[in-house]
């Protein structure tokens, strides 16, 4: 089942021939543990175990611990876990004047990454990377910091008051309190909204090799820090072809109800690839079949929009463009297929977030795949730092010409 590769790194160094593989299409950086796919057979498993497994009987904070040490905990190492990270969750009152600086229409994404790079400032025994104390502190940090930082960014983005983390509530109860309290004392928990975040965040807590991971490798691999890491990974993760694909998501669908709800014209326009517009949501450099993070959101998004938003007509363009977009000779030629944000968005939305924080979400929910891969890469004896080659198609030489002479 495994994918099998061999060196070709190794065995072309002798030969002075460099490979040419534009996005890494078929070049494997890595070996590794933690996250198999099958792309044309729409499979997904984390440390071995399938996703539909994970969404419907764990937690994310268990998929979190298996992501990051490899097993499934027991109720005492989960306790410990839990503990553990209920007791970060606080900022550094300095690290909160930073969201002072920050304009209010700032977009989140640039501000976690930044308040995530400045934990560098803030906790320097992580400047040790390799000192597995400090590694693991720096995990637990990260893991209780993450949603303190996002709700702070929300917070500052609305104009109300920071609010402190209740450790006496779970993740994700603690976060969505931190975010939408206002005043703490008269929020109320919706326990079928925690539950679909919580599943949200499964969905998306880790997916091999992909941009955003690739990224905190590749900065990894220099012996920069996890936060350095991590917060270069939130970088990445904010362009649209990435996570920034569920925010476009939702303005291309309200776009479209916008203009009248005229679904085959948006499609054809995409056909025609008129002023390069696609089908957002759609498509996957590995998945040629369905995406099985996308049939467990859309499922969620009929329940949770059911139950929070009543009948949505920006659910029901989406369901029309997949219908449509099945039904093409274009998009069945090309294995185009809804991937995982197609149907987040309009969940999301549903909760009260607004369209610029779903990337946010989708950040909070990849964290561990992040770590899980930093970790691994920091403990495998084969990790060198990352250097691609080019092929170089510029001048060959010529001679300096003076400023007058050009
Ligand atoms: N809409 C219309 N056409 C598309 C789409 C799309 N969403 N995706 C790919 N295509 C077309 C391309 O134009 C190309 O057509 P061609 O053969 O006529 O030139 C063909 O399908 C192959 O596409 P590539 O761009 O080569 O595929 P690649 O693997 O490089 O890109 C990507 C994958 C970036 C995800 C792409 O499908 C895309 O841009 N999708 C929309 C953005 C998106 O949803 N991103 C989220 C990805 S999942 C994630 O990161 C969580």
Same mark, same amino acid.
């Given at each position: 089942?495994?994918?099998?590769?061999?060196?070709?790194?190794?065995?072309?160094?002798?030969?002075?021939?460099?490979?040419?593989?534009?996005?890494?299409?078929?070049?494997?950086?890595?070996?590794?543990?933690?996250?198999?796919?099958?792309?044309?057979?729409?499979?997904?498993?984390?440390?071995?175990?399938?996703?539909?497994?994970?969404?419907?009987?764990?937690?994310?904070?268990?998929?979190?611990?298996?992501?990051? /040490?490899?097993?499934?905990?027991?109720?005492?190492?989960?306790?410990?876990?839990?503990?553990?990270?209920?007791?970060?969750?606080?900022?550094?009152?300095?690290?909160? %004047?930073?969201?002072?600086?920050?304009?209010?229409?700032?977009?989140?994404?640039?501000?976690?990454?930044?308040?995530?790079?400045?934990?560098?400032?803030? /906790?320097?025994?992580?400047?040790?990377?390799?000192?597995?104390?400090?590694?693991?502190?720096?995990?637990? %940090?990260?893991?209780?910091?993450?949603?303190?930082?996002?709700?702070?960014?929300?917070?500052?983005?609305?104009?109300?008051?920071?609010? /402190?983390?209740?450790?006496?509530?779970?993740?994700?109860?603690?976060?969505?309190?931190?975010?939408?309290?206002?005043?703490?004392?008269?929020?109320?928990?919706?326990?079928?909204?925690?539950?679909?975040?919580?599943?949200?965040?499964?969905?998306?807590?880790?997916?091999?090799?992909?941009?955003?991971?690739?990224?905190?490798?590749?900065?990894?691999?220099?012996?920069?820090?996890?936060?350095?890491?991590?917060?270069?990974?939130?970088?990445?993760?904010?362009?649209?072809?990435?996570?920034?694909?569920?925010?476009?998501?939702?303005?291309?669908?309200?776009?479209?109800?916008?203009?009248?709800?005229?679904?085959?014209?948006?499609?054809?326009?995409?056909?025609?690839?008129?002023?390069?517009?696609?089908?957002?949501?759609?498509?996957?450099?590995?998945?040629?079949?369905?995406?099985? %993070?996308?049939?467990?959101?859309?499922?969620?998004?009929?329940?949770?929009?059911?139950?929070?938003?009543?009948?949505?007509?920006?659910?029901?363009?989406?369901?029309?463009?997949?219908?449509?977009?099945?039904?093409?000779?274009?998009?069945?030629?090309?294995?185009?297929?809804?991937?995982?944000?197609?149907?987040?968005?309009?969940?999301?939305?549903?909760?009260?977030?607004?369209?610029?924080?779903?990337?946010?979400?989708?950040?909070?929910?990849?964290?561990?795949?992040?770590?899980?891969?930093?970790?691994?890469?920091?403990?495998?004896?084969?990790?060198?730092?990352?250097?691609?080659?080019?092929?170089?198609?510029?001048?060959?030489?010529?001679?300096?010409?003076?400023?007058?002479?050009?």
């Amino acid at each position: 089942e495994g994918t099998s590769g061999v060196d070709l790194g190794k065995l072309l160094a002798k030969t002075g021939l460099v490979t040419l593989d534009s996005g890494f299409v078929n070049t494997a950086s890595c070996s590794s543990a933690i996250t198999y796919i099958d792309g044309d057979a729409g499979i997904l498993r984390y440390r071995g175990y399938p996703i539909d497994q994970l969404a419907e009987k764990s937690t994310f904070l268990e998929v979190s611990y298996l992501l990051i /040490y490899g097993e499934l905990p027991t109720q005492a190492e989960l306790d410990d876990f839990t503990h553990k990270i209920s007791r970060h969750t606080l900022l550094h009152e300095d690290l909160k %004047r930073f969201f002072d600086g920050f304009p209010r229409d700032a977009h989140p994404m640039p501000v976690l990454s930044s308040a995530v790079s400045a934990l560098s400032t803030f /906790y320097q025994d992580s400047l040790k990377p390799f000192d597995p104390e400090h590694v693991e502190i720096s995990t637990i %940090r990260l893991l209780a910091k993450l949603p303190t930082i996002a709700a702070y960014a929300y917070k500052k983005s609305v104009g109300q008051p920071f609010l /402190y983390p209740d450790n006496s509530l779970g993740l994700v109860e603690n976060f969505l309190r931190m975010t939408f309290g206002f005043p703490a004392e008269t929020y109320e928990l919706d326990q079928d909204m925690v539950r679909a975040l919580d599943l949200l965040f499964i969905l998306h807590a880790d997916h091999e090799q992909n941009c955003s991971t690739s990224t905190v490798r590749l900065v990894g691999s220099s012996e920069a820090n996890l936060f350095a890491s991590i917060s270069a990974g939130i970088n990445a993760l904010f362009g649209p072809l990435h996570g920034g694909a569920n925010s476009a998501v939702l303005d291309m669908l309200v776009g479209i109800r916008d203009s009248g709800g005229d679904v085959d014209t948006f499609v054809k326009k995409v056909k025609n690839k008129e002023d390069g517009v696609k089908l957002m949501g759609f498509g996957h450099r590995v998945y040629k079949s369905y995406d099985p %993070r996308a049939a467990i959101v859309k499922k969620t998004a009929d329940d949770i929009l059911g139950k929070l938003g009543g009948n949505d007509s920006l659910l029901d363009i989406a369901k029309q463009l997949e219908e449509h977009a099945l039904a093409d000779d274009y998009f069945v030629e090309r294995k185009l297929y809804p991937n995982v944000d197609f149907y987040t968005g309009l969940i999301y939305r549903a909760m009260g977030f607004p369209t610029k924080f779903f990337t946010v979400l989708f950040a909070l929910g990849r964290l561990p795949g992040w770590i899980a891969h930093w970790r691994e890469m920091i403990n495998d004896p084969a990790t060198k730092i990352g250097r691609p080659r080019q092929v170089y198609t510029g001048h060959t030489e010529r001679d300096f010409k003076a400023i007058t002479e050009r």
